[in-house]
């Protein structure tokens, strides 16, 4: 699986005071969806902490198209795009209802063993399910 889709309805926690989603609340619907595709794949990140493994957002490029706004119903899809060593490239899209792209991003996410705090190998049932 190179690629996944997951909805998402946009909360007024989520907003403004004008009813638009705020800037960095992206950031959290681009997480989320980045989980929900381990959790389809059946990789549990609880598991991983007690291997002490955990994945960290190593950069992140994020542009904003249009606005999202209260009670639309947005679809993030994640796509891999590259798979190296310690790290896992995505391209991410945020699409609203009308099948407008209102944000993207290109996030870089590094594998780290937390007992170090330093790169490690990403696991390798992972690399496998992104082959």
């Not at 291997?51 to 999202?68: C, G, L, N, Q, T």
């Not at 996410?109 to 170090?116: G, L, P, R, S």
Request: charged share 25%; glycine share 4%; proline share 2%.
């Amino acid at each position: 699986m190179k690629e996944f889709n997951w909805n998402a309805r946009v909360y007024y926690e989520d907003t403004d005071a004008g009813g638009v989603v705020y800037h960095a609340r992206y950031l959290a619907f681009y997480e989320r969806a980045r989980t929900e595709l381990l959790r389809q794949l059946g990789i549990s990140q609880h598991k991983l902490l007690q291997e002490s493994i955990a994945f960290v957002v190593k950069k992140m490029d994020i542009s904003y198209h249009f606005p999202a706004r209260l009670d639309d119903l947005l679809t993030i899809n994640s796509k891999v795009d590259q798979i190296r060593k310690a790290s896992i490239i995505f391209k991410q899209t945020i699409i609203n209802e009308n099948n407008q792209v209102i944000s993207s991003a290109d996030v870089v996410i590094a594998c780290v063993d937390i007992t170090k705090m330093k790169p490690c190998g990403l696991p390798k049932s992972l690399v496998l399910e992104f082959i």
